[in-house]
């Protein structure tokens, strides 16, 4: 039987209904994984408590009611608290039932938030089974499905290592799928597995994967499996940056449509609203693909800490503060996620340190401290970035799944964590809920922000809310029917969130109550096709030379030799690696050597023009962010050949006029296409002042928009702010990379600084 969890009803209903026959509320199922042998047949009941719905998916009857306590941590349980903050890929520990508490024969560990979906039919039962697996999913996945679940399994696979349980890895059919999330149901000790655990073994383990891969990454994944197997490429870090240029690769013919709003709401039982969130009551529709967005979507939801004085300042300020900090990214393209998740902490630090100065500055301590949670959902294509601190919380939420992503920053979080105690059983705690972290209240470098990352690649929902929401598990029992009207077209992004908020008053009214949300609804416009070899820096095999005068006879008979030439361009490369050190290291004192003309000298005899267009895509030393300043090849004229064009395609026509000499432009993104080209994306910062071309760019008083400018050089020079993409050997050849440079210089690149 499971009671409803409307306080002015509490009527018994018989399962699977999904809802209260009384008042209609929907009813809260807590669904768990068994990690342990099977002891007990379906439908039976262990403890007076759980259900054995189908083997190994067991119901808590009385989710409502606190588990019993286990006072000693089982070495079961310990990798799944250790690697709790994976609370998107890996369930975490409910229960342990010891033969005493259940009358089985053997103990087991029951896992919550596993790989179990659930929908409700019409007739209003409630269906339950766990998502498909990697291998039932894998054919039918699109192609950035497929390579983004191994990226997946990439990071994954270093934080298992830890923990001594990266074979779970390595058994596809305990890897589940829920669209483009990876899950896993349960985590094996390796002691356990019967062979090596190593990439090696993992590269052995995805050839099965390879013969029915996507045509377009068939042959590329193939040769990524062949570089493991093969120990080519030797580190994590190697493959997470091979599939990261793949899906970025791959990436370039999506398209998501993107609706975000949010709203906040008092509540029945607060004097005021501390809550603060971004953008209030504003519904926003965008769609986004490659190159920078006007419109930075974005989600912020902040809760002013209850009980601390002048909480809504507090999450009133740290939204503008991160407002401010993040507007920036809608003029950086090209940066990894590495680099965009320092930059989301770099702005969350920011706002704390703001609010810290400001409680130091009124002497403000202990609970008279102003503070804050916040949680934010940042679209940074390809990608939706999930930052957080604090207590408010962030769900992604498909059609037959809803999971909590982030993992609140709370004493019982922490005690689990550290393997001290199962969640369930530290949330009990008198001072359980208690806050660990939180915007305003210590220093920044007492403060560790979460940021996660999920792929554009297929419809969901993020939900971003406060506690006066996720209370009492709220989010777990409303998703189901909210989620439906939304993906039935009953109910609009707006009107969802409204519902929410009258749900949480109705059920919960004790706080403060936000809601954010943003859906997702990628579509694939263009299919790009990956090569039959990496996409970065790693090494490829050397071609084997010839080893007998016969071999030798053999290759002059049949064709030209190619050993030598090889050999001469690997020399060149080691040579030109080397001037181009020596230069880059002298560039302010010395005057710059012609990238051309070194390769020219220093290998004659490397002729043909594929072996040095790749020689020049290899070498090109452009960097993201750098600047460069355009020469002219004679004083007063336009550098010849520098044009931008729309997008990094081979035979674009150019979009623009010539870059004028002396002009200024920043490298806002790099990128390499599939036959190996390298495209640099660049913003013009500045253009010489006065009417001369052969004048740069000098420091002045005058406002930037008040600028002198040549009417007669009007159509002739591309203007300040143009965006556009060259070869990134162009940019080499017919302009200077600078250390530094000045705020006019910088000019209109300085907001992307």
Not at 381 to 387: A, E, L, S
Not at 596 to 613: C, H, K, M, N, Y
Request: glycine share 6%.
């Amino acid at each position: 039987m499971i009671q409803c969890s409307n306080p002015t009803c509490r009527a018994v209903t018989t399962p699977p209904i999904g809802r209260c026959l009384t008042c209609q509320t929907p009813l809260l199922y807590r669904f768990l994984l068994a990690d342990g042998p099977n002891l007990a047949s379906p439908d039976s009941w262990v403890g007076d408590r759980y259900r054995v719905w189908q083997s190994p998916i067991w119901l808590d009857t009385q989710p409502e009611l606190p588990v019993k306590l286990v006072y000693k941590v089982p070495a079961i349980a310990l990798p799944y608290l250790r690697l709790a903050d994976l609370a998107q890929h890996i369930p975490r520990p409910y229960i342990y039932l010891t033969p005493d508490l259940s009358g089985l024969s053997a103990p087991l560990l029951l896992l919550e938030a596993a790989p179990i979906q659930t929908w409700e039919r019409e007739d209003g039962h409630l269906q339950v089974q766990l998502l498909p697996s990697l291998l039932a999913g894998w054919t039918g996945a699109s192609a950035l499905q497929q390579l983004n679940w191994l990226r997946q399994i990439a990071l994954l696979w270093p934080r298992l290592h830890q923990q001594n349980v990266a074979s779970t890895l390595l058994q596809v059919t305990g890897l589940r799928t829920d669209g483009a999330l990876l899950r896993i149901t349960t985590l094996s000790h390796d002691d356990d597995y019967p062979a090596s655990i190593s990439l090696t073994s993992l590269g052995q383990s995805w050839q099965s994967l390879v013969d029915s891969a996507q045509p377009s990454i068939q042959a590329y994944l193939g040769w990524l499996v062949t570089a493991l197997v093969e120990a080519r490429l030797t580190t994590s870090r190697e493959l997470i940056a091979e599939l990261e240029q793949a899906l970025q690769t791959l990436a370039q013919g999506l398209t998501v449509q993107i609706d975000w709003v949010a709203h906040t709401d008092q509540g029945p039982s607060r004097n005021r609203n501390e809550d603060a969130c971004h953008p209030q009551g504003l519904m926003n529709t965008l769609r986004v693909s490659y190159g920078t967005p006007e419109v930075l979507p974005l989600v912020l939801v902040c809760d002013g800490i209850g009980g601390h004085e002048q909480g809504n300042v507090a999450s009133q300020t740290a939204v503008e503060v991160l407002l401010h900090q993040l507007t920036g990214l809608r003029t950086c393209a090209d940066l990894t996620p590495e680099l965009i998740g320092q930059h989301l902490k770099q702005a969350v630090n920011l706002a704390n340190q703001a609010l810290v100065s400001r409680n130091n500055q009124e002497q403000r301590s202990e609970r008279a401290r102003m503070g804050t949670t916040v949680v934010m959902a940042v679209v940074y294509f390809p990608y939706v970035y999930i930052v957080h601190v604090g207590d408010s919380r962030a769900y992604r939420i498909s059609p037959k799944t809803c999971y909590q992503i982030t993992l609140d920053d709370d004493i019982a979080s922490r005690e689990a964590q550290q393997g001290y105690a199962l969640y369930p059983e530290a949330a009990q705690m008198p001072s359980g809920g208690a806050l660990i972290q939180a915007l305003g209240i210590n220093d920044t470098s007492f403060l560790s922000p979460s940021v996660q990352f999920l792929l554009l690649d297929d419809p969901s929902l993020l939900l971003l809310c406060s506690d006066g929401l996720s209370d009492n598990d709220r989010v777990d029992a409303l998703w189901r029917p909210t989620i439906q009207a939304l993906i039935n077209g009953q109910a609009d992004l707006s009107s969802l969130s409204q519902a929410l908020i009258q749900q949480a008053n109705r059920l919960n009214g004790h706080d403060n109550v936000t809601v954010g949300l943003m859906v997702l609804r990628p579509r694939v416009e263009t299919q790009v096709n990956l090569p039959d070899q990496g996409l970065t820096s790693i090494p490829q095999p050397r071609p084997q030379a010839p080893v007998a005068s016969a071999a030798r006879a053999q290759s002059g008979a049949h064709g030209v030799n190619r050993w030598p030439l090889w050999t001469g361009l690997g020399t060149a490369v080691l040579l030109v690696q080397a001037v181009w050190f020596y230069h880059h290291q002298r560039q302010s004192t010395a005057a710059p050597i012609p990238w051309q003309s070194a390769i020219d000298r220093l290998a004659p005899g490397v002729t043909g023009e594929p072996l040095l267009q790749l020689a020049r895509e290899r070498l090109t030393p452009v960097s993201l962010g750098s600047l460069w300043q355009l020469r002219a090849s004679s004083p007063g004229h336009v550098s010849d050949g520098l044009r931008l064009v729309p997008s990094p395609q081979p035979g674009t026509i150019p979009g623009s006029p010539m870059i004028g000499a002396g002009s200024i432009v920043r490298v806002t993104r790099i990128q390499t296409l599939a036959d190996q080209t390298r495209w640099a994306r660049l913003q013009v910062c500045s253009i010489p002042s006065g009417l001369s071309l052969a004048q740069m760019p000098q420091e002045t008083n005058q406002p930037l928009s008040r600028r002198n400018s040549a009417g007669s050089l009007e159509g002739s020079l591309t203007p300040p702010g143009s965006q556009g993409w060259v070869r990134a050997y162009l940019l080499q050849q017919l302009a200077d990379l600078l250390d530094s440079a000045t705020r006019t210089q910088v000019g209109q690149c300085l907001s992307g600084l």
